[in-house]
């Protein structure tokens, strides 16, 4: 699916390795579309992630870190692996 983000256009001149640019070619004829199409997504797609970043810093500031337990509890829900054990609590 091409980019679409508006009518206005801005061309850009990059220099790339060549290999680089042969992929780029033939992934772009693979998809059926066009360099420019494949690399407005590829800098989109860099954007959002920067906005991720930034959003995730603030939640961070705001509230605190995420707790490793909950990272690791989180992470084995999302790839369905299980869940690492925690240690025993000592009976009293």
Do not use: C, W
């Not at 930034?54 to 692996?81: I, K, W």
Request: net charge positive; proline share 8%.
């Amino acid at each position: 699916m091409p980019y679409a983000y508006a009518m206005a256009v801005d061309r850009l001149s990059v220099t790339v390795p060549s290999e680089l640019g042969e992929a780029l070619r033939a992934l772009a004829a693979r998809r059926n579309t066009t360099v420019s199409d494949v690399v407005s997504e590829a800098i989109a797609h860099q954007i959002r992630l920067a906005n991720l970043d930034l959003a995730l810093a603030e939640a961070d500031r705001r509230f605190g870190p995420v707790s490793p337990a909950l990272l690791a509890e989180a992470e084995a829900e999302l790839t369905g692996t299980p869940r690492p054990k925690q240690p025993r609590r000592k009976k009293r």
